[in-house]
């Protein structure tokens, strides 16, 4: 019974380092898995991070063009806005001339037409003075 007791005993020892061996295989393949899938989930933080560090940068930069363009639209319509301030002073003067000018002729045509009217008048008062003078020279024969 010994004999048979000792097969058993080395049959349980057996057992049991296989039972050891395949327990420890289990947990180096596990802890294998473990850390490629640590190393994957670090590759794809590593990729997160650089894909979000590139759309930080294409922002900063488009944010910039737009900036740049916003303060190249703005000079040049200031200098649109002094150019048309310009011209409309230029209008202005050239307004101001052709009113003085109208009012000039204005005041000349009137000063005109009291000349006119003034030597009709002193035309008239001779024709009639004439015609007074006619008429007196008729009834004196």
């Known amino acids: 019974m010994s004999g048979e007791v000792d097969c058993m005993s080395r049959k349980n020892s057996i057992k049991m380092v296989l039972a050891a061996y395949a327990g420890a295989s289990v947990l180096a393949a596990c802890s294998q ?3 490629e899938v640590s190393e994957r989930k670090s590759d794809i933080d590593k990729q997160k991070e650089a894909q979000l560090q590139m759309v930080d940068n294409k922002t900063t930069e488009l944010k910039h063009n737009v900036e740049t363009n916003k303060d190249l639209a703005l000079k040049d319509l200031e200098a649109q806005k ?3 301030a310009a011209q409309a002073n230029a209008l202005n ?6 009113k003085a000018s109208a009012d000039y002729a204005d005041k000349n045509l009137n000063d005109q037409a009291a000349a006119c009217k003034t030597q009709i008048k002193a035309n008239v008062d001779a024709a009639k ?5 006619a008429a007196r020279a008729t009834k004196v024969q």
């Open 33 to 35: 898995q473990a850390q």
């Open 82 to 84: 002094k150019a048309l």
């Open 93 to 98: 003067d050239e307004k101001a001339k052709i």
């Open 129 to 133: 003075a004439q015609v007074d003078e």
